[in-house]
């Protein structure tokens, strides 16, 4: 599975971006994760199968959502009121497994990665 990440770029605290994960086949269990400069990684959000909720990371309730678009084989990562924090490069994950709900928030059980996009967000 190849995954491509982008939509990143530099917006202002307050604003929205889309993120797209471009695949070759979408896995299972979708995920975003975030690292920023100094930090360890961290989830964003995930979705499974057909479900129609994302789970989401705690940083982000509320704010982030995710959409796949099976015609693409590309899912979206939506992010609202954006925040200086949630500056980072951002990552899609993959795994043609169903991961259950209490691991989707750990990266290691994503098999597949792409390269990351930078979300920069100024105050």
């Not at 797209?20 to 979705?47: D, I, N």
């Not at 479900?51 to 989401?56: E, H, L, S, V």
């Not at 043609?96 to 990665?113: A, E, L, M």
């Amino acid at each position: 599975v190849q995954l491509q990440a982008s939509g990143g770029g530099e917006v202002q605290a307050g604003d929205s971006l889309r993120l797209a994960c471009q695949t070759s086949e979408l896995g299972y269990t979708m995920g975003w994760f975030r690292q920023a400069a100094g930090k360890g990684r961290e989830f964003v959000a995930a979705l499974r199968g057909t479900d129609a909720n994302t789970i989401q990371g705690d940083s982000v309730k509320g704010r982030f959502t995710m959409r796949k678009d099976n015609a693409k084989n590309t899912v979206y990562l939506q992010m609202n009121s954006l925040k200086p924090e949630d500056t980072a490069v951002y990552y899609c994950a993959a795994s043609r497994q169903r991961i259950i709900t209490s691991q989707v928030r750990h990266g290691d059980n994503y098999p597949y990665w792409g390269q990351g996009t930078q979300v920069t967000v100024s105050s």
